[in-house]
């Protein structure tokens, strides 16, 4: 027989192995979590939507700046209540880039046709924002 004590063949040698199964688990759980989450992030055009229940423009303060977009898709700017004839989207931004410099703290609103897909409005926003600068523009409504 073997003349090895029965501690030593008893023994375990320790094994140097990397466990990677809990890995695998937390990056699953986190690819889930991102899966759920990414859909939820958006990234658009920062602008201050106006609530339900806004007050109209007070008569004192400076008339705003208007853009407007009709039915057609055309571009209009007028301040106040005088309109002008259509433009090009380049002229827009010039008119209301020459505006601004004029009156840096004009107001700027969006002034859309109800016909006017969402997508021509959201253009106009990021051509305001990109191309003249403008951080903040209102959306005009009908009062209900």
């Known amino acids: 027989m073997n003349s090895v004590p029965i501690s030593r063949r008893n023994r375990r040698r320790p094994v140097a192995e990397i466990n990677v199964v809990p890995y695998i688990d937390v990056m699953l759980v986190l690819l889930v979590i991102f899966m759920i989450t990414a859909p939820l992030i958006t990234a658009g055009v920062k602008v201050d939507l106006p609530e339900a229940s806004a007050e109209p423009i007070s008569a004192n303060e ?4 208007i853009a407007s977009i009709d039915a057609s ?8 209540d005088s309109s002008d ?3 090009e989207s380049h002229e827009l931004v010039e008119l209301v880039m020459a505006h601004l410099k004029l009156n ?3 107001q ?9 897909p969402y997508d021509k409005v ?4 990021v ?6 600068g403008i951080e903040s523009i209102g959306l005009m409504t009908d009062p209900e």
């Open 62 to 65: 400076e008339p705003p700046l």
């Open 73 to 80: 898709g055309n571009y209009y700017l007028s301040v106040g």
């Open 85 to 87: 004839q259509a433009l």
């Open 104 to 106: 840096p703290k004009a």
């Open 108 to 116: 700027i609103m969006i002034n859309g046709d109800r016909n006017v």
């Open 122 to 125: 959201v253009q106009l926003m």
């Open 127 to 132: 051509l305001l924002q990109t191309e003249a």
